[in-house]
């Protein structure tokens, strides 16, 4: 090191180059990025001024990196102003100054080419949704996979008629922004209507205030659909508390007092799960629960006689109601599966061949399904 | 009418989200962060009504004196009286209020019944997980077929080769341990994440569509 110094002291510290400056590509302006090639010295240097000349020709130092590092990100600049940069090797007292940059100019983008992979997966997944749906319309027959979970739903309920015990529901504790909340509200409605038939008292305690206002409003148009609006009760639709521990804590009291016959847990849970899960099992009530939260899944599977594995909570409405449209979209998500899985294949061989030497430009078609 | 209005606003507001998603845009992504400013607004109002909700709820079961009534009465005190405090007497000391918020040392102002009820409550509730954990493992790990074997096998290895004294016991246990999270359960975890990703974009497609029309109210 000190020899290095030595030299750079003698025969002065020779200077960075070709430095160059672009505009941050798919971004929303007002940064442009740059690269250099380390000095010779870079060994013995302290760092890197950037110095930022203007459309006026003011000089500006904008930042400073470390010896070692060729690049820079500025984002002090202004969009559509043109800019040069130079780059200073220093050394204390020592400087060497680059060649300036080429023009740079920043500017705000209106389309991110980086997300053009995700682009195409969604014209092409939405095509086979749309196709299914189509498909169903027409009348022709799909073959759904049978869902235990969801087949033990109607022995539930039938259980807790017989039994004279109500049904505990609980959406979620996410928000109403949450598809997986969304997908446990619609098995609400389908639920509702089965204990609406039944005459089975339904409890749904809500976390969110917005999940409730939506429940409530479900739960009361299942009761009319099936002809028994006069079996609605607005009291067992309610607002517990938006803080996870006392939600937990408040059902887990209504599990204890109340000792329903089935509980439902579907939507996004979180350390929770397993204290509810638990509790209903501890009462000897008939649970099924449905998740896309993968770490508590294995809580859920623990601790409940039915679980609903990612994706089958969002299936669980088309299942229930057999709507043909909505069980042409479950198709759909079925050929999209089938979509990844060659994908997949396809990039791992892409991946292989193109490490075999003259076969590397298949790195660009597998680099097309990064996801930035 | 009733159902008209919603479906064309969630068909605009998703078609534009999903547009938004390709344009960096200072204007997109404006329209993003504005987005998000409504949804906290419509948020703040949604509480009106769940205050209201838990009113009625539990006044429901107060008088009509259901099983544990007296929990309701006690969460409707303390709805009440934390609601009065907070508005009136200050979140901390040095707040000004209109409510004075201690008698002599004893402060109770908003502050001291966060940190000296919610939190300890809070931390009770989560301290009860551990008991339930191992309740659920032991039902979970007896070997009574292959497949809970296997289970109780892996589990083995994965917790002693996390913890010191595995690699005391066996040098390569912590890698065995590590080998079974990054393989076999990182393979199944994504292939769920696979199917959880496809079922939200045609959950959401169907509800932007108005195919899935439940969140209005389960009509047709």
């Known amino acids: 090191m000190s020899f290095l110094l030595a030299v750079c002291f003698i025969f002065g510290i020779g200077p960075p180059e070709a430095v160059k400056a672009c505009d941050r590509p798919n971004d929303a302006g007002k940064c442009i990025l740059l690269s250099w090639k380390l000095s010779p010295d870079d060994a013995g240097l302290k760092s890197y001024d950037i110095v930022r000349t203007d459309a006026f020709g003011k000089d500006t130092v904008v930042g400073s990196v470390p010896s070692g590092i060729g690049s820079f990100t500025d984002e002090s600049v202004r969009d559509n102003v043109r800019y040069t940069y130079r780059v200073v090797a220093r050394q204390d007292s020592l400087r060497a100054e680059s060649v300036a940059s080429g023009i740079a100019v920043s500017r705000a983008q209106w389309f991110n080419k980086a997300r053009v992979n995700v682009l195409v997966a969604l014209v092409i997944f939405s095509f086979l949704v749309f196709y299914f749906i189509r498909h169903a319309r027409a009348g022709r027959k799909l073959f759904i996979r049978r869902i235990a979970g969801l087949d033990a739903v109607e022995e539930a309920v039938g259980r807790a008629t017989e039994m004279g015990r109500p049904i505990l529901y609980v959406p979620g504790l996410a928000g109403i922004s949450q598809i997986s909340t969304i997908a446990a509200l619609n098995i609400l409605s389908e639920v509702a209507k089965k204990t609406a038939k039944y005459g089975t008292d339904l409890l749904v305690p809500n976390r969110d205030p917005i999940v409730y206002t939506v429940a409530l409003e479900m739960v009361k148009e299942a009761y009319t659909e099936v002809g028994r609006p006069d079996m609605f009760k607005k009291e067992n639709v309610f607002f517990v508390s938006d803080n996870q521990f006392a939600y937990a804590a408040a059902v887990d009291g209504m599990m204890v007092r109340e000792k329903p016959a089935t509980n439902f847990f579907m939507g996004m849970f979180w350390a929770e799960s397993l204290i509810l899960a638990e509790t209903g099992a501890a009462t000897g009530a008939v649970q099924i629960a449905g998740t896309d939260s993968v770490h508590q899944l294995p809580f859920f599977i623990t601790a409940c006689d039915h679980t609903l594995i990612g994706e089958e909570l969002y299936a669980a409405s088309a299942y229930l109601s057999r709507d043909p449209l909505l069980l042409g979209s479950l198709k759909g998500q079925d050929w999209g599966k089938v979509v990844i899985l060659a994908v997949l294949v396809a990039g791992s061989i892409l991946l292989v061949l193109s490490g075999i030497k003259g076969l590397s430009f298949l790195h660009v078609i597998y680099s097309f399904f990064n996801i930035s | ?220």
Request: charged share 10%; hydrophobic share 55%.
């Open chain 2, 1 to 220: 009418m009733k159902q008209g209005i919603p479906r064309l606003l969630c068909l605009v507001a998703g078609i534009v989200m999903i547009v938004q998603f390709f344009i960096p845009h200072p204007i997109s992504e404006k329209i993003f962060s504005e987005s998000l400013r409504w949804v906290r607004i419509i948020s703040a109002f949604a509480l009106v009504l769940g205050v209201r909700s838990i009113t009625v709820h539990h006044g429901t079961r107060i008088i009509r004196k259901s099983s544990g009534w007296g929990y309701s009465l006690v969460a409707l005190v303390a709805m009440v009286v934390t609601a009065v405090i907070g508005l009136f007497g200050g979140v901390d000391p040095h707040a000004t209020a209109l409510l004075p918020t201690s008698i002599g040392g004893f402060s109770f102002h908003l502050q001291v019944l966060y940190a000296n009820l919610m939190v300890p409550l809070g931390a009770t509730m989560f301290s009860i997980l551990a008991f339930y954990m191992a309740s659920a493992a032991y039902r979970s790990f007896r070997a009574r077929n292959k497949e809970a074997t296997v289970l109780l096998v892996a589990a083995f290895i994965v917790m002693i080769g996390m913890v010191p004294i595995g690699s005391a016991i066996w040098p390569k246990l912590p890698d065995i341990a590590q080998w079974l999270l990054n393989v076999p359960s990182m393979a199944a975890k994504r292939g769920i994440l696979f199917g959880i990703a496809l079922g939200s974009v045609a959950t959401s497609l169907k509800i932007i569509l108005g195919i899935e029309r439940g969140w209005l109210g389960g009509g047709k």
